[in-house]
């Protein structure tokens, strides 16, 4: 568990999730318990199949424990039903996915409003705009997926996430569709946003270079966390 000297934004306590049926039944999460400070980035590390991307969809409520507690933000997830928790989610958490998951026949423009649009704020397209002009992309608002590049796609994603200014972002493999160089745009990009915000950045990665940015990085085997390391390059932590 990780060390906070305040409330944590995030909270597992002693969380288990099978997942499949009969003979495929797998244990995926194993009593992990952790605590997030608000602001803080952790990223998440572990071989394919160890539970970081469970772990992930565990804290965006995209996914449901056997067993144990997830609070995020105060909120108890066990007392929330399916309608509650997309509610909750829609408020407070922003994702990013590896691979974009925007809305083909919709603009940039439109597929970066549809959060607002589903919160009911009358301003979705207005802060949709200054959303993308926050990410760089002023000149591609009226341009679809398709005409846009893998970076410029997940820069639509990442403002999608940002724009309901939730208290917690959740990014999987954000750069694992992308080249080298792009790949580390986005996640400057993704930091610097991060930090301006006062966000907290839960990021997992097979990339450990790039997890290694994080304020704290868990590693998962099996389950498990098996360590929660500081960078030791002295930067500074929040955790």
């Keep these: 568990m990780l060390d906070t000297p305040s409330e944590p934004v995030i909270s597992l306590q002693d969380i288990h999730l099978t997942l499949g049926e009969g003979a495929s039944r797998v244990h995926v999460l194993r009593g992990i318990s952790l605590d997030v400070k608000m602001g803080t980035s952790v990223g998440v590390v572990g071989p394919s199949g160890s539970g970081k991307s469970t772990l992930l969809m565990v804290m965006a409520g995209l996914e449901r424990v056997d067993s144990g507690g997830v609070l995020l933000a105060g909120e108890d997830f ?9 509610a909750f989610r829609g408020r407070n958490i922003g994702i990013v996915f590896q691979s974009f998951h925007l809305i083909p ?7 970066v409003a549809v959060p607002l649009e589903l919160a009911g704020d009358a301003d979705a397209f207005s802060k949709a705009k200054q959303e993308l002009q926050a990410v760089g992309l002023c000149e591609r608002l009226t341009h679809y997926p ?6 410029e796609q997940q820069r639509v994603a990442m403002a999608r996430a940002l724009a309901p200014d939730p208290k ?3 990014a999987d493999e954000p750069t694992g569709n992308l ?9 400057d990009l993704l930091f610097t946003k991060q930090r301006e915000r006062g966000t907290t950045l839960v990021l997992v990665t097979h990339d450990t270079g790039l997890a290694s940015q994080c304020d704290v990085t868990l590693r998962v085997r099996a389950g ?3 360590s929660a390391a500081k960078p030791s390059n002295g930067k500074k932590t929040a955790a």
């Design 78 to 86: 066990s007392k929330l039903d399916e309608d509650g928790l997309a």
């Design 105 to 111: 026949n919709m603009t940039a423009l439109e597929n």
């Design 146 to 151: 398709a005409q846009m590049s893998g970076g």
């Design 168 to 170: 917690i972002l959740v």
């Design 179 to 187: 080249d080298d160089e792009t790949g580390a745009q986005i996640a």
């Design 224 to 226: 498990e966390i098996v």
